[in-house]
């Protein structure tokens, strides 16, 4: 899983495109209650995890997750 700073993204787009599992999408397209739920935790968790600054391979089981509705439920910190 990533994240995306808030506070940094210029609103382009660009990353819903390149995204291999179509996870990310535009704030714009997701209803009210979860736009603030994933504002919320973009901000939090881009503050923790460290910053991708290279193209690398998904993780071993990234594509299993591809399909699971509700992922972040299953999230533990």
Do not use: T
């Amino acid at each position: 899983m990533l994240v995306i700073n808030p506070d940094e993204c210029i609103d382009c787009g660009i990353c819903v495109p390149e995204c291999p599992v179509d996870a990310i999408v535009s704030d714009v397209d997701l209803p009210e209650p979860d736009k603030i739920i994933w504002m919320e935790r973009n901000a939090k968790y881009s503050q923790i995890w460290p910053n991708i600054d290279e193209e690398k391979a998904p993780l071993e089981d990234a594509y299993e997750w591809e399909n699971i509705p509700h992922k972040f439920e299953k999230f533990v910190e």
